[in-house]
């Protein structure tokens, strides 16, 4: 079993800046697709940032320009570094993978796509 663990969730302040770490229990090099989301109280999960296992990189639009999705597959992890956060940014945090194969395109920041999930990580960007 995959298992995944975020790490590094807390508080900012508007402006500030937050790293996350999702800190994977296998090789996720070329093996796995890997994503962070987002979720708040009575909305659905959103994509936040993507990475392919082909290193093909997608981000929301709301988080694109200030967030950076970062592979490291000699320690199987994937960071996000959050700059500029901003108050809507608040939420519980998720990491994901994937392991299944296929050659038909997808949108990566949608949650279907993703077997294996962290516990979340909570963030709270204060005004």
């Known amino acids: 079993q995959v298992q995944l663990m975020e790490l590094g969730g807390g508080s900012a302040q508007a402006g500030g800046s937050l790293r996350l770490s999702c800190v994977v229990s296998r090789y996720i090099g070329s093996k796995y697709d890997m994503g962070w989301f987002r979720q708040v109280p009575g909305k659905e999960r959103e994509g936040v940032a993507a990475v392919t296992r082909y290193d093909s990189i997608k981000y929301a639009d709301s988080v694109k320009g200030r967030f950076t999705i970062i592979k490291d597959n000699a320690k199987n992890t994937v960071f996000l570094q959050m700059e500029y956060l901003q108050p809507d940014d608040s939420a519980m945090y998720y990491c994901?993978?994937?392991?299944?194969?296929?050659?038909?395109?997808?949108?990566?920041?949608?949650?279907?796509?993703?077997?294996?999930w962290g516990q979340g990580t909570r963030v709270t960007v204060s005004s």
């Open positions: 994901a993978a994937n392991d299944y194969y296929t050659d038909s395109p997808r949108n990566w920041l949608l949650p279907v796509f993703y077997d294996y």
